[in-house]
């Protein structure tokens, strides 16, 4: 479930942003996906290593 341009924008605003174009929206949605993506990834590993089948909070904190 990917962050969409409109998630992004909104932190854009609440950031201060005025204005976002929506090819900056994008690239910072593909990068923040591309982010979690490589953590969840991580995370699974931590607790397969641990031998669990549920990702805890400390697995997500280890892989980031």
């Known amino acids: ?8 924008k909104r932190m854009f605003k609440e950031a201060g942003a005025d204005r976002v174009s ?3 929206a994008a690239e910072l949605a593909e990068i923040v996906n591309r ?3 490589s953590i969840a ?9 641990a031998k669990r089948k549920t990702i805890k909070k400390e ?5 980031r």
Request: hydrophobic share 45%; proline share 4%; no cysteine.
């Open 22 to 24: 929506n090819e900056a």
């Open 1 to 8: 479930m990917p962050i969409s341009k409109v998630t992004i």
């Open 35 to 37: 982010y979690a993506y």
């Open 59 to 63: 697995d997500v904190d280890l892989a």
């Open 41 to 49: 990834k991580k995370a699974i590993k931590l607790s397969a290593h």
